[in-house]
T-cell receptor
């Protein structure tokens, strides 16, 4: 079946360093890839997304890259801050507005001050 | 703009008891999703509604779970009877329907004793 693998499961970085989280998807028909940040006791919040016709997208300190051939995509956070500490989930979808998301298992990011 | 509202935020019940969760999506969002999130895992889709119609309930354990969205706005997810293994966070999300992004509520944390 469809699945999304996410690595690493935990990641600790020093404040100011960069963090990279990688995901690999199995459904070659996937064309929409959102990233969510989930803080303790809260629901997932969208932080960035990318579509299959784009290779890279940036939003301030956050960027996402997509390699459709290899079926993997990555989240890059630069100049990390303590408030970036959270669990990050990637997801893959066939898009179209109503197709379900397949989520990765999450990465717990800790930014050490 | 108000986000997705869920209640209650926390619920503790004994096994075999019934429980219900309520969700009010973002105004104007026709598509509503219920997800199950186990500890340390990504969300998994239980059911998706397009207006008042359940269009994907393949992952909903129908022997004990039920859901409704009678007027195509707010929705209720019910478990009867609850089992120990149902302890998890139940997330509701909504989307405008023609775009891909799903917006999540804060979730209901269920503990079954």
């Amino acid at each position: 079946g469809e699945n999304v693998e996410q690595h690493p499961s935990t990641l600790s970085v020093q404040e100011g360093d960069s963090a990279v989280i990688k995901c690999t998807y199995s459904d070659s028909a996937s064309n929409y890839f959102p990233w969510y940040k989930q803080e303790l006791g809260k629901g997932p919040q969208l932080i960035i997304d990318i579509r299959s016709n784009v290779g890279e997208k940036k939003d301030q300190r956050i960027a996402v890259t997509l390699n459709k051939t290899a079926k993997h995509f990555s989240l890059h956070i630069t100049e990390t801050q303590p408030e970036d500490s959270a669990v990050y989930f990637c997801a893959a979808s066939r898009g179209g507005g109503t197709y379900k998301y397949i989520f990765g298992t999450g990465t717990r990011l800790k930014v050490l001050a | 703009e108000a986000g997705v509202v869920q209640s209650p935020r926390y619920k503790i019940i004994e096994k075999k008891q019934p429980v219900a969760f309520w969700c009010n999506p973002i105004s104007g969002h026709n598509t509503l999703y219920w997800y199950l999130q186990n500890l340390g895992q990504g969300p998994e889709l239980l059911i998706r509604y397009e207006n008042e119609e359940a269009v994907d309930d393949s992952q909903l354990p129908k022997d004990r779970f039920s859901a409704e969205r009678l007027k195509g706005v707010d929705s209720t997810l019910k478990i009867q009877p609850a089992e120990l293994g149902d302890s998890a966070v139940y997330l509701c999300a909504s989307s405008p329907g023609l775009v891909d992004t799903q917006y999540f509520g804060p979730g209901t944390r269920l503990t079954v004793l």
